[in-house]
């Protein structure tokens, strides 16, 4: 196989790695700590009956009423910068009933703490910029309808 140089100003995003991935991880950080705090109200227990365990910002995890699950943090360079992806993931079985973990949705962040639904959408917030009843919550209701999903099992 053969490979092409890479292009100057894409491999100039390594320059500002450190800067960028902590800023993702710092919005990663409030982002889990808000859906902590919803999942823990009485409307979204009542109706959702979801957990999370924020306690390593790389991989939250779930407990929803649709099995196990989780929303890995990964970071990557894309064209000229760095950004942030949470890959939400539901553990289900192969065919020889074997755990295995299913990918279903993800969203991204961006190092100046914008949160986009899905791979391609549009910015639907910003961190700074939270409605913690409609923006925080629709994200996480997202997070649990893809998980809940069945045309993906």
């Excluded at 092409?4 to 995003?13: G, R, S």
């Excluded at 992806?85 to 973990?101: A, C, F, H, M, V």
């Excluded at 949705?105 to 100046?112: D, L, N, R, Y």
């Amino acid at each position: 196989m053969k490979y092409n140089a890479f292009p100057t100003q894409e491999v100039q995003a390594i320059q500002r790695s450190v800067e960028h991935t902590t800023a993702i991880r710092k919005t990663a950080t409030d982002l889990a700590a808000r859906l902590h705090t919803l999942f823990e109200q009485r409307h979204p227990k009542s109706k959702w009956d979801v957990e999370i365990d924020v306690s390593d910002v790389d991989c939250l995890k779930f407990k929803t009423p649709y099995g196990p699950a989780q929303a890995r943090l990964q970071l990557f360079i894309e064209g000229a910068e760095v950004n942030g992806r949470y890959l939400i993931e539901r553990q289900s079985t192969d065919s020889y009933g074997r755990p295995l973990w299913q990918e279903v949705w993800a969203f991204q962040i961006s190092p100046h703490g914008a949160i986009t639904h899905g791979d391609a959408g549009e910015c639907c917030f910003e961190d700074d910029q939270f409605d913690e009843a409609g923006k925080i919550g629709y994200l996480a209701m997202s997070i649990v309808y893809a998980i809940a999903k069945t045309d993906q099992r």
